[in-house]
């Protein structure tokens, strides 16, 4: 079964940084696959945070641009890694960040829906003032 898997939350201070990981199975056609962080903070919508699709394009909400930048790693061990840098966080960033990936083998881009499938089980991100 295609599992994601978390990492890289933590508490920062305004204006620090943190980067998200996150582990794709190797089952899951990592290369191609459209892909995305959500986040989720106490009382609000799940928000699509940043999302890279089959072919590599890459959609930002408002909020993060120029701050976030999300990007299709490949570790030296073989793992397929999912990563979120993140720079001058800020308060309103404070949620749980969840990696999410589309079908499996499905090539989704020029805007069509992902339709995620697989998501991980988040990791939380907190930012003091």
């Known amino acids: 079964a295609v599992q994601l898997t978390e990492s890289g939350g933590d508490s920062v201070l305004a204006g620090g940084s943190l980067r998200l990981s996150c582990i794709v199975s190797?089952?899951?056609?990592?290369?191609?696959?459209?892909m995305a962080w959500f986040r989720q903070a106490p009382g609000k919508e799940r928000e699509r945070v940043a999302y890279i699709d089959s072919v590599g394009s890459i959609e930002y909400t408002a909020s993060v641009k120029g701050r976030f930048r999300i990007s299709r790693d490949y570790a030296e061990n073989g793992d397929n890694t999912l990563t979120l840098q993140m720079n001058s966080l800020k308060p309103e960033d404070t949620a749980m960040y969840f990696c999410?990936?589309?079908?499996?083998?499905?090539?989704?881009?020029?805007?069509?829906?992902?339709?995620?499938?697989?998501w991980g089980q988040g990791t939380q991100v907190t930012v003091s003032s």
């Open positions: 190797p089952e899951y056609e990592y290369s191609s696959g459209c």
């Open positions: 999410a990936a589309g079908p499996n083998g499905a090539w989704v881009s020029h805007g069509a829906v992902c339709g995620f499938k697989y």
